[in-house]
């Protein structure tokens, strides 16, 4: 599913299928820039019914299901599976990253729409080392299962995890920050550590998204709640602004996701 109009068109297609055929139907997992089509459209389909999920509250790729208990008189859950994937031998691991568990999975024949978010965490158990969870279409589960052997040259098992566990879920730390102003661009790149034009850069290519919506101007102020996502740096939570410095600067207090 490709972004702009190719994604609207589709959202519109899946929703009034599941109308017509009074049954859900599930996309497969959409990027952030897609998904702010989706929230951009949501009204639509109120008379259908429709929510995202990824796996977990904190996924940035999410499956829209269209239909509701409400429309329906059932539920039905989302078709996504976690799969946790470790070294064989941990103490002949390789360090891998994000870019290294996509490649190896795409690499079996699959398509990246498949696949969901991907978390890596060290264990505290030395004899474990890294754990990387893998949210996929249940339908691919299987065969990842069966086919992935090696990450990069790393011998690695696969299992499908029942829940996914607390300690894998990213982590807010409070952080507060002094800014000119509450603009979207003073914001980021304070943060992120841009210079100005850089975040003003990120905002007007759509790399900048506000409660999973692209924002492409400045001039709306931030308000208590906001998430913010950038892409490739991070994502954050506007908690408030605090008081003013002696030079008339704001402290603006954020929730930052590690």
């Known amino acids: 599913m490709d972004t702009g109009l190719n994604v609207r068109k589709r959202l519109t297609e899946l929703a009034e299928k599941a109308y017509r055929e009074n049954?859900?139907?599930?996309?497969?997992?959409?990027?952030?820039?897609?998904?702010?089509?989706?929230?951009?459209?949501?009204?639509?389909?109120?008379?259908?019914?429709?929510?995202?999920?990824?796996?977990?509250?904190?996924?940035?790729?999410?499956?829209?299901?269209?239909?509701?208990?409400?429309?329906?008189?059932?539920?039905?859950?989302?078709?996504?599976?976690?799969?946790?994937?470790?070294?064989?031998?941990?103490?002949?691991a390789e360090k891998l990253t994000h870019r290294d568990y996509l490649g190896s999975i795409i690499g079996l024949g699959l398509e990246r729409e498949k696949i969901g978010d991907i978390i890596i965490k060290e264990s505290e158990d030395k004899r474990i080392g890294q754990i990387a969870f893998i949210f996929v279409i249940d339908?691919?589960?299987?065969?990842?299962?069966?086919?992935?052997?090696?990450?990069?040259?790393?011998?690695?098992?696969?299992?499908?995890?029942?829940?996914?566990?607390?300690?894998?879920?990213?982590?807010?730390?409070?952080?507060?920050?002094?800014?000119?102003?509450n603009r979207l661009d003073a914001i980021i790149s304070r943060i992120y550590k841009f210079s100005r034009d850089g975040a003003l850069k990120h905002i007007t290519e759509g790399k900048v998204f506000v409660n999973g919506i692209t924002r492409t101007e400045n001039a709306k102020p931030l308000k208590d709640g906001d998430i913010v996502s950038v892409r490739g740096k991070g994502k954050f939570i506007m908690s408030g602004v605090g008081g003013t410095t002696k030079k008339d600067k704001i402290y603006i207090n954020i929730q930052k996701y590690i």
């Open 23 to 92: 049954r859900y139907i599930f996309t497969d997992f959409l990027n952030i820039s897609q998904l702010s089509a989706y929230h951009e459209m949501k009204k639509e389909f109120i008379q259908t019914g429709s929510s995202l999920f990824g796996g977990c509250p904190e996924c940035e790729r999410c499956v829209v299901r269209f239909g509701s208990e409400d429309t329906l008189g059932y539920d039905q859950p989302f078709p996504i599976a976690v799969l946790k994937i470790a070294p064989v031998n941990p103490k002949f």
């Open 139 to 181: 339908s691919i589960s299987d065969y990842i299962i069966e086919n992935l052997g090696y990450v990069k040259h790393t011998h690695v098992s696969v299992t499908v995890s029942e829940t996914f566990p607390d300690e894998a879920r990213p982590h807010l730390e409070e952080e507060s920050i002094i800014v000119s102003s």
